[in-house]
């Protein structure tokens, strides 16, 4: 049974970094089949997608969040990071690590659902 | 805002069927996916490709996607079923969600 887990600071100052871990169990990042993503959700609203990465390291990027944002994996330890620099109120969100599966149009791989979640973590940005 | 529009809400009784909708231009030969959360909890992927759903979840639910306007059915909705429900597509290796539809189960 795969299940994602996040950890991290519950509480960031405004200007600092925010650093969230998601660490895979029952299953090997690495096993090339899925993308790993986050996915936030600020208080009382919707679902915002951050990004995704793959086991070689490729990633994609919401573009609003490009200039402050980095993705990265440790495949040695079944893990994958978010680091969100210069954070504002407005980043204050439970923040969730997801899989993302990918199918095959020909050739060619295409994203497809998130299919399992963490629990979720949730991140203040305060003084 | 949001690419993806969703009612905010739809009311039900136990038994009836729920439609949810989600429109938008980007619709057009895209795939859908839609995601159930019921209160303090994750998200659940409950249908995926327009219409397939992923094991383990029921019958009932059920989805499709035509032209600019994909909807999720829920028949014979049960209380277990109140929760909020978003819908999900990829634009340019870009996730969208909409913004989310309040189901009330009573």
């Known amino acids: ?127 | 805002s949001y690419d993806l529009t969703q009612p905010p809400s739809l009311s039900v009784s136990p038994g009836q069927t729920a439609s949810i909708t989600c429109s938008g231009n980007i619709l057009h030969d895209k795939f859908v996916c839609w995601y159930q959360q019921k209160a303090g909890q994750s998200p659940v992927l409950v249908i995926y490709h327009d219409s397939k759903r992923p094991s383990g979840i029921p019958e009932r639910f059920s989805g499709s996607n035509s032209g600019n306007t994909a909807t999720l059915t829920i028949s014979v909705t049960q209380a277990m079923d109140e929760a909020d429900y978003y819908c999900q597509v990829w634009d340019s290796s870009t996730a969208l969600f909409g913004g989310g539809t309040k189901l009330t189960v009573l």
């Not at chain 1, 086991?55 to 893990?79: A, C, E, F, H, P």
């Not at chain 1, 439970?94 to 060619?108: E, K, L």
């Open chain 1, 1 to 127: 049974q795969v299940q994602l887990q996040e950890s991290g600071p519950g509480l960031v100052k405004p200007s600092q970094t925010l650093s969230l871990t998601c660490t895979v169990s029952g299953a090997s990042i690495s096993s090339g089949n899925y993308y790993w993503s986050w996915i936030r959700q600020p208080p009382g609203k919707g679902l915002e997608w951050i990004g995704d990465i793959y086991y070689s390291g490729s990633t994609y990027y919401k573009t609003s969040l490009i200039s402050r944002l980095k993705i990265s994996v440790d495949t040695s330890r079944n893990q994958f990071s978010l680091k969100l620099n210069s954070v504002t109120a407005a980043d204050t969100a439970v923040y969730y690590c997801a899989r993302m599966v990918y199918y095959y149009d020909g050739n060619i791989p295409l994203p497809d659902a998130f299919d399992i979640w963490g629990q979720g973590t949730k991140v203040t940005v305060s003084s």
